[in-house]
């Protein structure tokens, strides 16, 4: 049975640094790996989806990689924001169909 | 374009009485469709998943159900709500080919039962 973990649950940032959130699974055989934006009472916004075959994908501020072998994902941000305060998801599509397995996130609080 | 609307976007409902939410997707065809739900502070949780019309494959047994009249459309249902029902239900589609099936969220139901 797949196992997503995040870590840290909560992560306070100044605006403009860097940052990075983890990702870890326990079994490597999956199809993609897909991370998500979700504001508060709100619905999820994917922001990266990253297949079996790549080592990372990238969308403006941000870079999503993946190492299968070691069953983990870093979502990478640059020089934050307070807009970018949310919780970011990871979820992990299995190799069998159309399930997949979500982390309790990660709750970014960027602070002006 | 593709969208995904589900309605009611809040609920409060008394323990014991039925439930029915609403999930459409609009601008695709043959979408693969989920239901997930969200306990506060936690990851989502599958519920139900369906590939096609009249295809439920239930992930945690529970007194909900879905089901898929049309190809567009998805439903969950309880003939009884129970305390435990209350939480946050999110409707995702992915495109049913390829390995390429990013998920897509639609607004979500709260649901609170008192």
């Known amino acids: 049975k797949q196992e997503v973990t995040q870590i840290p649950a909560a992560l306070s940032v100044p605006e403009g640094e860097n940052l990075v959130l983890n990702c870890s699974f326990t079994?490597?055989?999956?199809?993609?790996l897909q991370w998500f934006r979700q504001d508060p009472g709100k619905g999820l916004t994917s922001l990266l989806l990253?297949?079996?075959?790549?080592r990372e994908q990238t969308s403006g501020r941000l870079n999503a990689s993946l190492d299968k072998s070691s069953g983990r994902s870093t979502l990478y941000i640059a020089a934050s924001q307070p807009g970018d305060s949310a919780t970011y998801l990871c979820?992990?599509?299995?190799?069998?169909?159309?399930?997949?397995?979500f982390g309790d996130g990660t709750t970014l609080t960027v602070k002006p | 374009s593709q969208t995904i609307h589900q309605w009611p976007a809040t609920l409060v409902q008394p323990v014991g009485s039925p439930l029915s939410l609403e999930c459409t997707v609009e601008?695709?065809?043959?979408?693969?469709l989920y239901w997930y739900r969200q306990a506060a502070g936690r990851g989502l949780q599958l519920l139900f998943y369906?590939?096609?019309?009249?295809?439920i494959s239930s992930e945690v047994p529970q007194n909900l159900s879905a089901s898929r009249p049309q190809d567009r459309q998805f439903i969950l249902s309880s003939k009884k709500l129970l305390l435990s029902d209350s939480g946050f239900y999110l409707c995702?589609?992915?495109?049913?080919?390829?390995?390429?099936?990013?998920?897509?969220f639609g607004p979500g139901t709260r649901l609170t039962v008192l």
């Open positions: 990253i297949q079996s075959s790549q």
């Open positions: 979820a992990v599509k299995s190799t069998n169909a159309g399930k997949s397995t």
């Open positions: 995702a589609w992915s495109r049913r080919e390829g390995t390429y099936n990013e998920q897509f």
């Open positions: 601008g695709t065809s043959n979408p693969n």
């Open positions: 079994d490597s055989a999956i199809y993609n």
């Open positions: 369906s590939v096609g019309i009249g295809q």
